[in-house]
């Protein structure tokens, strides 16, 4: 099973961008479809984005679409999320995880889907 570390979160203003990382080790990294999930405090874990196999396909929550990119590199085993225009509301502990997928188009969506998870890294954002 694949081990999951993200890093780069922080303090960041209204209107500022911050890039997540997500480091795996432990298994074949592009065996793995990879997500984004975030979870303020009292609420749900919710779904941020998420990315196929190879990299060609993501899909992301309404609410970040067009602010948030992610992408992979399966040479360094590590996906990223770009957040751009960072509104108070994505305040909230990130965690990737990874999905073992067959077919290699397939973007999960669902938390279901991912069996392996990170322990998350803090954004917060000011107003």
């Known amino acids: 099973q694949v081990r999951l570390v993200e890093s780069g979160g922080g303090l960041v203003q209204a209107g500022g961008s911050l890039r997540l990382s997500c480091a795996a080790s432990?298994?074949?990294?592009?065996?793995?479809?990879m997500g984004w999930f975030r979870q303020a405090p009292g609420t749900e874990r919710e779904f941020v984005g998420s990315i196929n196999r190879s990299g060609g396909n993501t899909y992301y929550a309404d609410s970040v679409k067009g602010r948030f990119i992610i992408s992979r590199d399966n040479a360094k085993n590590t996906v990223y999320l770009q957040m751009n225009s960072l509104k108070p509301e994505d305040t909230a502990l990130y965690y990737c995880a990874a999905a073992q997928i067959n077919y290699r188009y397939y973007v999960p969506t669902s938390y279901g889907d991912f069996g392996s998870w990170g322990q998350g890294t803090q954004v917060t954002v000011s107003s």
């Open positions: 432990g298994d074949t990294f592009s065996s793995y479809a």
